[in-house]
């Protein structure tokens, strides 16, 4: 499970949902697990291997004033991303040694603070 926190304005609850709420979705009971999220653990020489990555888990945060949290539900793993674990000249900033791995999602909103967005909404996305 992945989840994250999306400020107003931000691009991580882009595009505002449809007026008509048509992206609204079923939602399960929510469940309080922790949180998953992968962090560049070293550089790769190379291809990638398990070892350049961590796996750690989190509490999950409440949403502040403005903002949404979010629960990936579809990950894009893209080979830009290989550039991105590399401190080499590139079109996309480097993820620093330690730092959540990025990529784009499909997220369903778990819990709103932000007037454009309810439960249930699904968004496209771009959290850590």
Do not use: C
């Not at 949404?68 to 996309?92: K, Q």
Request: hydrophobic share 35%.
């Amino acid at each position: 499970m992945s989840v994250s926190l999306a400020k107003e304005g931000a691009s991580a609850v882009w595009p505002k949902p449809p007026a008509d709420r048509s992206t609204t979705v079923p939602r399960a009971a929510p469940v309080a697990l922790p949180q998953g999220r992968i962090l560049l653990a070293s550089r790769p020489d190379g291809a990638p291997t398990h070892e350049n990555f961590q796996l750690e888990e989190a509490p999950v945060p409440e949403p502040g004033e403005g903002q949404v949290l979010l629960r990936t539900l579809y990950l894009s793993l893209d080979p830009y991303m290989r550039g991105r674990m590399s401190e080499g000249p590139s079109y996309a900033e480097p993820v620093p040694v330690g730092g959540v791995m990025v990529g784009g999602t499909v997220s369903r909103v778990e819990k709103s603070r932000h007037s454009g967005f309810r439960e249930g909404d699904l968004v496209l996305a771009y959290p850590g």
